[in-house]
């Protein structure tokens, strides 16, 4: 077993004898399908991968520019592979997507390539019909779309589908790779790969696509976590695609009219292009936002553009439509939240436009990549961003003075373009060890706790954790009754509670479902929003870019019957995790703050309102030092820290804060004299949790676990106190000088 990588870059084969031409050397079907879809050749990475598939016999990662063709550098090959040689079992390749949209659209573009070598594609997911399913099941040599849910239903359900399935796989395809990374989806997985590969007799070929891959250790992890997984071939484009990037104000000198004409002209500008406008926003109540923001101004200016919204609460008809008009149409709009961050075939989007910035260097290279993906052509991006105190005559907090959206979006362009992606975030994922330990159960009737734990912790994806954390887990969902011993053996099995769990149609994701309200319009589905409101008869809500009138009311089947209307407001959705941002960025923001740099990419307004915020940064006394007087008893602190460490200095000195600035500052209740004796008492303390945090179940079973296992994930995930203690002392010690 390999222990270090192989990394392959893209300018170091640029001229190989051994890429001549791969074109030609494809089989006569795939040659004949290429020459039907109106291809000339391959583009250079094409011909790297199909390079490194024929002479490589190990997993391989394929790291490029969202639009560079890596769904058909990996699959022409694989075709290849599967005419040559025909599996022997139902299913020869299993491709792994993060959403149910991506499979469908996947599928729609894969069967017509397989197809020309006489190999069936199936979409398997909830929305799948029962006929199409009873189809997949009776293929051979066939290729298997699914989600990590989907593949988790076939263990709890039937494990010998595993075994008959995937009796002569030979290829795992792990795609949108970036949406896994350091989440509780991603080690779930992990989890059920390690569980896959132990029903079978050989290792197939794992390989994994991405756009973003911001460190190769994280890629390292993640296939060290799987069971018998070598380390990949790491084939990377260190190409950077550029970006042309602007950043416009939504809101000018207090009056919205200067900036509503500034970004009609944008608009106008982008409208003579006969494309499509993506535009992201970082919550599904923004998007709505934004949605009726920018119709307003459509109207008002009389720009023929269709507007259309796409997150996840929008209905699946209406979201599957947006996706057709984003590829059949031009000057479509489309308003969306991560759901159009992967990789979606939504054809020609010539500009993407953020409503304020993301909180990610990664998701800005991910969202901005969503446009003019043909190979040679810049990607292009316009971050609108909300001023604070240009909108009020007198600014009534820090985050009017110094204006820190401006400031991070600037943080994150330039960022950016110095080649900085975040780390994926490490976690203990309880919830998810909790999930794996009843879903192993649920598969095997009874299995022995030695067998269990090498199953979960010593060959799989768990093995970050102890053998004392493990079986004080355990132990405590045996007290708890949802697993228990068969008899006096050491084997052990669900339980009736642990039956009951298992059995919950949602129980096969690791997320929560949250309780909505579903909207019906003439029968159709147009949207869902939070089941925490209490919607009446008359109401009018804006929801899926439109405005719905509620017509009835069905409390019991969570049913609201709307027709179309005018107006409105826009109600709450499920809360969606955001991820706070890096130490990265906000010493990015006082870089940006405290310097006399221009930025030519930023519009000349916004010029205007950065040199103000840096003469505020001075006149508070920001340049010379992050401790500065708030009137005469207060003090203010700019640690400059990301949202991690800075919610655990908030943690550390409570009891004295009377404002939280996030994520610029805090404001302390004592004069600066003072507040060096607070961060000396505070350094040499540590966070006591019982009566500061209100739950620690923050994620789906979470509370079936020991409270002293989850104190343990809480202070791993969600702080950094040794980090913050550090930057305590060093405080306290800057300000005796």
Known sequence: MRKNFTIVKMSSYSKSASLDDPFSGLPEALRRYLRDQGWITLTPLQKRVIDAFRNEKEHFVVSSATGSGKTEAVYLPVAESLLATPSHGQFAVLSILPTRALINDQARRLKPLFQ??????????????????????????????????????????????????????????IDEFHQFLGTDR???????????????????????????????RSIAQFFHGIYTLSLPVLIKDSRARPIIVSILPLNLNGLDHEARELIARSLLNHHRTEGNLLLFANSRGETEKAAAFISDIIDEYG????????????????????????????????????????GIDIGNITHVILYGPPASVSSFVQRAGRSARKAGVPARATIWVNLRGSQKEQPESILDLLEPELLQAIAIVELQREGFLEKPLSSVHVSVLIHQILSTLAESGYLGQHDLEDRLRRRGAFKDWSESSFSCLLDHLQTTEVIQRVGTSDKLSLSKKGEQIVRRKDFYAIFPTPKEWALFYKGTHVGSISRDIDPTKGIILRVAGAAWEVLAVDHDRGKLTVAPTRGGTIPKFPPSGVAPVSNEIMSKMKSVLLSAEEFDYVH???????????????????????????????????????????????????????????????????PVQEFKRILDQASESLITLDDRIESFYLAKYDYLAPRSILEKQYRRDFLQENEALELLRNTARDLEG
Request: glycine share 4%; hydrophobic share 40%; aromatic share 6%.
């Open 116 to 173: 020309a070598v006489g190999v069936s594609v199936h979409p398997w997911h909830s929305d799948i019909s029962p006929s199409e399913k009873q189809r997949a099941k009776t293929s051979q040599n066939a290729v298997l779309i699914t989600t990590p849910e989907s593949l988790e239903a076939r263990f709890v359900s039937d494990a010998t589908d595993i075994s008959s399935w995937f009796c002569d796989l030979r290829y795992i395809v």
């Open 303 to 342: 720009l023929r553009y269709k507007v259309v919204t796409h997150h996840s609460s929008v209905g699946k008809h209406l979201r599957t439509t947006a996706e057709h008009q984003l590829r059949e149409q031009t000057n479509v709009l489309c308003c969306a939240t991560t759901t159009l961050e992967v």
């Open 604 to 670: 000349s307004d916004l010029r205007t309102v950065l040199a103000r915020a840096r003469n505020e940064a001075s006149n508070l006394g920001i340049t010379k030092t992050n401790v500065v007087p708030s009137g005469q008893n207060h003090t203010l602190w700019f640690p400059w820290v990301g949202g991690k460490l800075f919610t655990t200095l908030t943690l550390l000195l409570n009891q004295h804060i009377s404002e939280v600035y996030y994520p610029l500052a805090i404001e302390f209740s004592v």
């Open 186 to 216: 991603g080690r779930h997985l992990q989890s059920l790969l390690s569980r896959l590969l132990m029903h079978l007799r050989q290792v197939p070929r794992v390989i994994v696509l991405s756009a973003t891959l911001p460190h190769e």
